[in-house]
């Protein structure tokens, strides 16, 4: 009888440990490796584009602001029938979460730029692709943003006439 007993008393610690020894596993399962191929592109008008890229340097240390696992990217987005450049910087261990909310991208690749990749993805089509493809590795993915993560954004408005003009910084 009081062997019934230390058995029902420790059965259901026995169960919960195996239920949590299970979880644990699936959610390593879960945390997958992204490796993309992505092809260089390239911009119409990459005069503007890279003084763009020189201002937010000299502004904001934009290639200097995340350490060795931060990526920089440019998404381009038609929001309200404007074209938006939205320039920021993300983990890159984030940069799945970011493809799964992402719905219409038309082209994803990168530019270099002073020896550093700017991973550009294009909602719109204004990116050609070149010929040169590249396999890069973005390592092990979050599943989620963490709570203490919020990239900086800094968008930049496409007028008309094709020149880029600042609109704001702010979370993305």
Known sequence: MNFKIIILCFLPCIISSCLSNRDSNQATERKA???LQLPELSYPDSLALNQVLS????????SAVVDKSGINILYVRNLHDSVFFDFSTMYSEYLGFFLEETNNIKRK???RNKERLLFVFDEIGLFNEKNMK?????GVQDSAYSIFY????????????GRLKFIEESWF
């Open 55 to 62: 201002q937010l340097d000299s502004d904001y240390s934009f």
């Open 134 to 138: 590249q396999t890069i590795d973005f």
């Open 150 to 161: 919020e990239p900086f954004l800094y968008r930049y408005y496409l007028e008309k006439k």
């Open 33 to 35: 490796e992204l490796k």
């Open 109 to 111: 690749g990168f530019i």
